[in-house]
């Protein structure tokens, strides 16, 4: 009899697989995938914004290239995994049964991480920049105070594309990135960082740093320090986690709600269980929420997982020492890093464009 695999979701990590799904067939595994229709390739979210790209450019149709690979698709989110009796539960109420799943449900902001949050957009999911755009594209407001929470990469993008599509706009505007610390994009070099803050501020940003948002209001937002920043639009990018289904499925999670796995990318408690990406961190290594991550991690899963039904040999993921990360500052330049390189410009724009598009074109002729 047919072994059955489940893919829960359609994130970065399951495009290799979704894409070799005849090859599961032909080998005797059937596939089915639950997950919403379609895929939003978050490096190209704050361009989307920006208004650099449009929503076919950096969306893939999940149903078209399952029903293609005669895999079965569920366009719905899974409320529920039991890893004891092999199931999931999705929001319709249909209960999918597997021999092996694999997870790549990503992640998103916390909407009880600030009190009012639900007066904020948040850049996850990647869709939202998007509808944001579009937003104001229709609206063209003559006047906007924004704020943006949170000085990470995600944040460092939203506040420079949505100050170039204000500016795009003809909008008399003014934009806030509130940092919790000292410098925007903590965890990278000092070089990258003074870059970023020097391009913020050349941009027209201006930089709050060392405050936290403790409240949000449809008015404005409330710093820790006292101060009331006016705000008719608030972003957050206040740090991701995966979504609380998989500590509540009784699968082994780190103190974040990630799934554990081993180097094999299977889950340190239930080996039947694999997954990639945002929603995995592994036991012995812990690594970044990164999509490079995710992109990596998925030709170990198209392998290991038609392997671990057909009782072949496992790869082993290798996280690399260094990624290339580049943000796209919204104004045709990009601000990269690669280890203890830095470098921006027109240059590292092109390269990422170049390497976006590359990623995406693999996928939207399948
Ligand atoms: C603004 C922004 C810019 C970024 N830019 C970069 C960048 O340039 N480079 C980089 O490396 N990283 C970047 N990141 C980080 C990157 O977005 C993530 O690391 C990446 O999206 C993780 O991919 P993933 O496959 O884990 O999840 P995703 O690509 O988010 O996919 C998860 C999928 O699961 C689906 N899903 C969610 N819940 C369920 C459920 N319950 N059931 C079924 N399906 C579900 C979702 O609809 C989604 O399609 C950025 C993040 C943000 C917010």
Not at 334 to 342: E, P, R, V, Y
Request: glycine share 12%; hydrophobic share 45%; aromatic share 8%.
């Amino acid at each position: 009899m047919a072994k059955t695999l489940l893919l829960l979701g359609g994130g970065h990590a399951h495009l290799p697989v979704l894409a070799n799904l005849s090859g599961y067939r032909r080998a005797g595994i059937s596939v089915t995938v639950a997950a919403p229709r379609y895929f939003w390739y978050s490096g190209m979210g704050p361009g989307m914004l920006g208004g650099m790209y449009s929503r076919t450019e950096a969306t893939i149709d999940l149903a078209d290239m399952v029903l293609k690979g005669s895999g079965v698709f569920y366009d719905d989110a899974a409320v529920a995994i039991d890893p004891f009796s092999k199931t999931v539960t999705l929001a319709g109420g249909e209960v999918l049964h597997f021999d092996a799943a694999s997870i790549n449900i990503g992640s998103g902001i916390s909407l009880r991480a600030i009190p009012g949050m639900e007066y904020a957009a948040s850049v996850k999911p990647v869709a939202n920049l998007y509808r944001l755009h579009e937003q104001l594209d229709i609206v063209r407001p003559a006047e906007l105070t924004a704020v943006v929470i949170g000085g990470g990469l995600a944040g460092i993008e939203t506040a420079a594309n949505l100050a170039g599509l204000l500016k795009e706009l003809r909008c008399r505007w003014s934009c806030f990135l509130v940092l919790n610390g000292s410098e925007p994009a903590p965890g990278f070099p000092a070089g990258f960082r003074r870059r970023a803050r020097r391009k913020l501020k050349r941009l027209g940003v201006t930089i709050i740093s060392n405050a936290t948002a403790i409240d949000i209001s449809p008015e404005s937002v409330l710093l820790n320090n006292g101060d009331r920043l006016e705000s008719q639009l608030t972003l957050a990018a206040t740090g991701v986690r995966p979504p609380d289904i998989l500590a509540e499925s009784g699968i082994c999670v780190d103190d974040q709600g990630a799934i554990l796995v081993g180097d094999t990318l299977q889950s340190v408690s239930h080996p039947f269980i694999f997954g990639g990406g945002d929603c995995i961190n592994m036991a012995d290594a812990p690594i970044a929420r990164a999509g490079v991550h995710a992109v990596r991690q998925g030709s170990i899963l198209r392998h290991n997982l038609s392997a671990f039904l057909s009782d072949r040999p496992l790869r082993t993921y290798r996280p690399p020492k260094k990624i290339l990360l580049i943000a796209n500052m919204g104004d045709r330049t990009g601000l990269a890093n690669w280890g203890a390189i830095t470098f921006a410009g027109p240059a590292a724009f092109w390269l990422k464009g170049w390497l976006d598009r590359r990623f995406m074109r693999r996928y939207v002729s399948k």
